[in-house]
Each structure stands twice: as C-alpha cells, then as structure tokens.
C-alpha cells in the first residue's frame, strides 16, 4: 500500500491493466466467443477501482488546493499549459497501452505497437508527476481563499493572513492580487497569482451585499453549498448521484459473477463442492448487502423533489431513512446547525433500526470487537447512499443536500417539539 500510494506506481499497474484487458479478444477460439468476451470483462472489472484510485489522484493534483477541505482557492498561480500537457498525456496512455498489446497480433502492423509503446514510455511520466509539479508550483506561489466572511491568504514565506470582506471595499481588479489586498495581507504572493474568473466580480458583490454566494457562485467556483441561503446550492448534483450508482452497480455486478463462477465451477466438477461452503457465501452475502444499497440509490435518483421527512400533527415522519412516524412524545428535540437537522429522541422511545443489513452487521462486529477488546476500523455507514447516513438507536441525521432544514421550519412552527438552533462556524 505504501508503494501503491506513489503516483507513479498507481499509473504503472494502471497501465498493466489496461494492456491486459483486450488479451481476452485475443485468446484462442477453443473457448468460444463467451469466454474471451467474460474474461475480458472479468479484467475490466477487477481494473476499474485501480483506474479510479489513478485517476482520482491524478483528479486532485490538477484541481486548486483546498488546504484544510473547509476554504475554496479564489486567487492562484495560472498553470494551463501544464494541464494541458497533463490531459494530453493521460490520453496518450490510455490510448497507447491497449495498442501495445493488440499489436502482438499477426495481422496488425508494428507500427501500431511502436506508436502505443512511445504513446506510453512518454505520457506515462507526464501524466504521473506534472500535476503533482504543478500543484507544488501553484502551492509555493501562494493562495487567496475565502472561508465565511472573509478571504485568507496563505503564503509559505509568511504567516497566513484573514482580511475581512469590509476591508475590502478598495478591492481593484486590476491590480495584482497582492498589491490589491489591503495592508500587508498580500505579502509573500508571487506576482503570477490571479483571480480565477469570476471571482473578483464574487467577491466584489459579497462586499456590498455581505457573504451569501448565490446558486450560480457556488458552481462556478466550487463553493461549499451550506455558504448559500439558496436550497438548490446544497442539492446533489448528477455526478454525485452516478457515482454511487455506478460503484453499486460494479460491485453487484463483480459479487455476481463471482458467484456464477463458482456455482459453475461446482456444477461441472471443476471444483470440489465444499468451496461453495468455503467461498460461496461470501458473494451471496455481498450481494444481500449491495443489491438493496443500490435499489434504494436507484429510486432516490428516480425521486429528486421527495422530502426527506413530513411533519403531522402526530408526530415526524421519516421518509429519508425508512423509520415511519416518529411521535412527538418520542422526540426530546430536533438540532439544526445550518442545513444539517439531527432529531433526538428520548430515552423511552423505541429504538431506531438501521434497514441496511451491513450496517447492522458491521455495528455487531464492532460491538463484538470493543467487547473483546479488539481494535478495528469502522466499516462506514452506507458508502454514502442517500437514506443510509446517521442511523443509530436514538439519532436521525439529515445532510443539508437532503432539504430537512425545512421540515424543522414546519415542526418549529407547529410548535410541538424545541427546535434548537446553532449558527454554523465556517
């Protein structure tokens, strides 16, 4: 894992992966057409999480640093030639690898070959250590970001400094980012750093109108959705939503024909038949777990506008989580800090159950564990499917992309439960 965690690493069993998955194509015709076509899906889908973990990180070095994961870069040094030679060779890779090995036919020429191997010998390089370059480049140049209120500007030969947006009424966009911060807050960045578009004209506005980024800010520049006052600016985006669909649905389809295999393999006695006792459970058990995951993800997807919640006069109605009317004598209080509502219920009130067969099995195992006084890692909640997050015996949490903040709007007005109310700190 240490080794797999340099990009150069991750990027060469990138590229052994993607010259073998059209060795299938290529194999003899004893095995028939379904053979070679099930093994080289069996290679594409064992391929596909390396490829992600590559590509991911290939992902966040040529996107602006976000330091601490709570700021969004509004001023940087340029660098799109280097993005650019860094996409280009990316492709050369991609494209490069399976000609290398679909030129070992006889009836392809070898210029085919030699043109894949150069594509890889030269891009492979590029695409794994100039964005990593680059983003260092960028790093050392310093980086303006705004966090709430106010802008921070980080410098590595100088303190980090906070400018608050009403010092900023002098603000010149056409100055240089350093000069045209007030004071000595610009200190330290190099004179290449520029305002990334649209972001003067952002920060400008929040000056007069005070911080509240609106919908087509914070998509523009990649801003924290729970900043805006808008609701559509924490709503999931369709990424978001494919994303999870398509890691379901690889893994359903990796457990099932995992599973097919070895029924096969027993079946034709290929295999001894305690494997199924050995081996066999494992995809069936993944497949009762993943199988209702993205079923529940399909229909959340299929269901953009459902509230997460209703409030009635008998009680909250949980939709998000499948918990059914929760009555007010049940609820001791609802948090709401920003977007995100918690409902807390109280002590005599009937236990919450999580509908996900791996969270419940996975809250056994650690119960088991600190038990036996056996460390382990959590195994997460849900992998991130909508309706799977905070479920626990007397807590319901709801994300702000879930709109639950306005259902506590409606209980606070019914007037039937305390709607406590933290301000968010940004």
């Known amino acids: 894992m240490a080794v797999l965690s340099l990009p150069p690493a991750r990027g060469a069993l990138s590229v052994m992966f993607l010259a073998l998955t059209p060795i299938g194509l290529m194999l003899d015709a004893d095995i028939g057409i379904l053979g070679r076509v099930g093994f080289s899906l069996g290679m594409l889908l064992l391929a596909t999480p390396i490829w992600a973990w590559t590509l991911s990180g290939f992902w966040k070095d040529i996107s602006l640093p976000d330091h601490d994961g709570r700021s969004v870069v509004l001023a940087a040094r340029p660098r799109r030639l280097a993005l650019a030679l860094s996409w280009i060779a990316l492709v050369m890779v991609i494209l490069g690898a399976p000609a290398v090995t679909i030129a070992t036919r006889s009836d392809v020429p070898d210029q085919v070959g030699a043109a894949g191997m150069l594509g890889v010998l030269i891009g ?7 964005p990593g ?6 790093t050392r140049g310093g980086t303006v970001s705004v966090q709430g209120p106010g802008l921070i500007v980080r410098s590595p030969r100088h303190e980090t400094a906070r400018v608050r947006l009403e010092h900023l009424a002098d603000l010149d966009q056409d100055r240089r980012v350093a000069d045209a911060l007030p004071g000595r807050a610009g200190r330290g960045l190099a004179r290449g750093v520029r305002w990334r578009n649209g972001a003067w004209e952002a920060v400008a506005r929040w ?6 980024p609106s919908l087509q800010e914070v998509r523009a520049l990649g801003l924290r959705g729970e900043w805006s006052s808008d609701p559509r600016a924490c709503a999931e ?26 029924a096969v393999a027993v079946g034709r006695g290929d295999a001894p038949w305690w494997i199924l006792l050995a081996l ?4 069936v058990l993944g497949l009762a ?25 008998e009680g909250w109605v949980d939709l998000l989580h499948q918990q059914g009317l929760v009555r007010w004598e049940h609820i001791e209080h609802l948090m ?4 995100d509502v918690l409902l807390v219920a109280t002590e005599d009130a009937p236990p919450f159950r999580d509908p996900d067969i791996g969270n419940r099995l996975n809250e056994r195992f650690e119960d088991w564990a600190e038990r036996s006084r056996i460390r382990v890692p959590s ?21 702000p992309k879930s709109h639950a903040s306005a259902v506590a709007d409606d209980a606070e007005a019914l007037g039937a439960i305390p709607v406590h109310r933290v301000r968010p700190v940004h």
């Open 336 to 339: 709401v800090r920003g977007r």
């Open 124 to 130: 492979l390089p590029i695409a794994s250590l100039l």
């Open 280 to 283: 066999g459970w494992a995809p």
């Open 237 to 262: 985006t369709w990424r978001d939503k494919a994303a999870v669909i398509a890691f379901l649905g690889w893994a359903v389809l990796l457990l099932g024909l995992l599973a097919t295999g070895i």
């Open 133 to 138: 370059i680059s983003r260092w480049y960028v």
């Open 207 to 212: 000056v007069v109108d005070g911080f509240d």
């Open 289 to 313: 777990v993943l199988v209702p995951r993205l079923l529940r993800a399909v229909r959340h997807s299929a269901q953009p506008s459902r509230p997460p919640a209703r409030v009635t006069q």
């Open 379 to 399: 195994a997460g909640s849900g992998i991130g499917v909508p309706g799977l997050e905070g479920v626990s015996e007397r807590h319901l949490s709801y994300p």
